[in-house]
């Protein structure tokens, strides 16, 4: 059973923006911390943001201002504000939650959620 449903990835040239979105009406989503991932060929999957219930954010050092991750109650949505993307950003993104679990501030490690999506692909030309 998919919980998770992302979209919004698509091809773009170097320096551009994307917005990736993800459907979370399947989940306790009031009560989740939420995070987004990318995981590139070869590589191991990276945090990329997250996001505790009240808000509060964290972001990994390599996308830090240029990306912004949210989150719209009324709509169980979260999003991934992608900006001045390079090559380096080139990766599948994936959606993550955990339902109950309060990571104050966000969390980026993979273990502290249970619950992903399937992922959608990310990718800049230069």
């Known amino acids: 059973q998919v919980l998770l449903v992302e979209s919004g990835g698509g091809s773009v040239q170097a320096g551009g923006s994307l917005r990736l979105s993800c459907d979370t009406s399947?989940?306790?989503?009031?009560?989740?911390?939420m995070g987004w991932f990318r995981q590139a060929p070869g590589k191991e999957r990276e945090g990329v943001a997250g996001?505790?219930?009240?808000?509060?954010?964290t972001y990994g050092d390599s996308v830090k201002g240029r990306f912004t991750i949210s989150r719209d109650s009324a709509k169980n949505t979260l999003y991934l504000q992608m900006n001045s993307l390079n090559p380096e950003d080139t990766a599948m993104y994936y959606c993550?939650?955990?339902?109950?679990?309060?990571?104050?501030?966000?969390?980026?490690?993979?273990?502290?959620?249970?619950?992903w999506g399937q992922g959608t692909q990310v990718t800049v030309s230069s």
């Open positions: 993550a939650a955990a339902p109950g679990r309060l990571y104050y501030g966000g969390s980026l490690k993979t273990t502290d959620y249970n619950y």
């Open positions: 399947r989940v306790r989503y009031r009560l989740a911390s």
């Open positions: 996001i505790d219930p009240d808000g509060r954010t």
